[in-house]
């Protein structure tokens, strides 16, 4: 039994438009990213340059706060050291502790010098990381309304592509696997794979359908292609 395609027009012209709709909301969902970038990249420069003198502060912190320790603790053990030296008996234990003395002081030297360049450069940081707070902080505002609009924006796009995807497949059950598998065929060439002809022009290729292919095509019911773009084409209603 032959198909009727006139009968599934609707339905074709329909799962046209999904199609077509869901690959708008795609490419709309794809590009937010970068629509977010490209809006926000005045404050995301100075919000990145902040976090990132931010991590370093903490991390030299971290740092002077350990040597700090390290120092207290080698001082402590300098003091005992040289306590000890006045029982010390034999020459070579006491030349032996001398030695260990001044490598240990020697350490701690080493040690401070390296805690006041960390101090210095601490201070540098904080002073430019204040800085940055108030940029980002003149900035952010204009960047967060962006943001809010664009994830609004996203919400509702996800909204309408979540309906969509829901209705197409039973739309693809409601057509005839012919006439689908005809529709997917021309789609891997054409994203319009459905054209109408209008006074006798192909919407999709824009060339003339002869005249008695057209007389044809009003009469019969079957799926005809366009004799030159080879879409689907039906007559559009006058
Ligand atoms: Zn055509």
Do not use: W
């Not at 005992?80 to 032996?96: S, V």
């Not at 260990?100 to 450069?121: G, P």
């Not at 601490?122 to 707070?133: H, N, S, V």
């Not at 005249?211 to 559009?236: G, K, T």
């Amino acid at each position: 039994m032959a198909v009727n395609f006139k009968d599934y027009l609707p339905q074709l012209k329909e799962l046209q438009e999904i199609d077509r709709r869901l690959r708008q909301v795609e490419f709309e969902l794809a590009a937010i990213p970068e629509q977010l970038e490209t809006s926000g990249a005045e404050y995301l420069v100075v919000a990145r340059a902040l976090q990132e003198k931010e991590t370093t502060l903490s991390t030299m912190n971290k740092e002077r706060q350990s040597l700090e320790t390290l120092i207290k603790e080698q001082t402590i053990q300098v003091q005992e050291r040289e306590k000890r030296l006045y029982a010390i008996k034999t020459q070579k234990e006491y030349q032996a502790t001398l030695k260990e003395i001044a490598q240990m002081k020697k350490e701690t030297k080493d040690r401070e010098e390296r805690v006041l360049k960390l101090l210095e450069e601490g201070e540098k940081l904080t002073q430019e990381i204040t800085q940055l707070k108030s940029q980002a902080a003149d900035k952010e505002g204009g960047y967060r309304q962006i943001e809010g609009e664009l994830k609004k924006r996203q919400e509702e796009v996800e909204t309408e592509k979540a309906r969509i995807t829901e209705r197409r497949p039973a739309l693809l059950k409601e057509l005839p696997p012919e006439i689908l598998k005809k529709y997917e065929f021309i789609k891997k060439r054409f994203a319009d794979a459905l054209a109408s002809v209008k006074k006798g022009i192909c919407q999709g290729c824009n060339m003339n359908i002869p005249a008695q292919f057209y007389n044809e095509m009003l009469r019969a019911a079957d799926l005809r292609n366009c004799p030159n773009c080879h879409r689907l084409i039906y007559p559009e209603e006058v």
